[in-house]
Nanobody, 125 residues
C-alpha cells in the first residue's frame, strides 16, 4: 500500500451525518501528520483543495473555521488510521474528501504530500 485509502463518503441531506475513514500506508510514521482535505465542486487543481482538519504526530488537531464544532477528527490506536465524524452537514460541505499524509518540505512546513484517491460527499437540501 503506497497511498491512503478513504471510505465512508456518500449522499446525505443537510443536517445529516457521515463518518469518513482513512487507512494510510506505514510511511506515516516518518511524516509530520495526517489530514482531511476537500475539493469543492467545480474545481480541479490540487491547489484548490481546502484543508478541513489535520492532526500532527504530537496529537495537535486543527479544524477549518467552517467545520469547527461540527466535525471531529480522531485517530486509531495505530496512527495510520484516521477518521472524520461529520455532523450537521451543510450543502457547502459537498466535495471530494481526500486523506493525506503530511511531510515537512524544504521550508520545514508540514504539508500534504501523499494523497488518497478521494471519496465523494454530497449534501443536498
Amino acid at each position: 500500500q503506497v497511498q491512503p485509502v478513504e471510505s465512508g463518503g456518500g449522499s446525505v441531506q443537510a443536517g445529516g451525518s457521515l463518518k469518513l475513514s482513512c487507512e494510510a500506508p506505514r510511511v506515516i510514521y516518518s511524516g509530520c501528520g495526517m489530514g482531511w482535505y476537500r475539493q469543492p465542486p467545480g474545481t480541479e487543481r490540487d491547489e484548490e483543495r481546502e484543508e478541513v482538519s489535520t492532526i500532527s504526530t504530537s496529537g495537535n488537531i486543527n479544524y477549518a473555521d467552517s467545520v469547527r464544532g461540527r466535525f471531529t477528527l480522531s485517530q486509531g490506536n495505530e496512527r495510520n488510521s484516521l477518521y472524520l465524524q461529520m455532523n450537521s452537514l451543510k450543502i457547502e460541505d459537498t466535495g471530494v474528501y481526500y486523506c493525506a499524509v503530511l511531510f515537512e518540505n524544504s521550508a520545514l512546513q508540514c504539508v500534504p504530500q501523499i494523497w488518497g484517491q478521494g471519496t465523494q460527499v454530497t449534501v443536498s437540501s
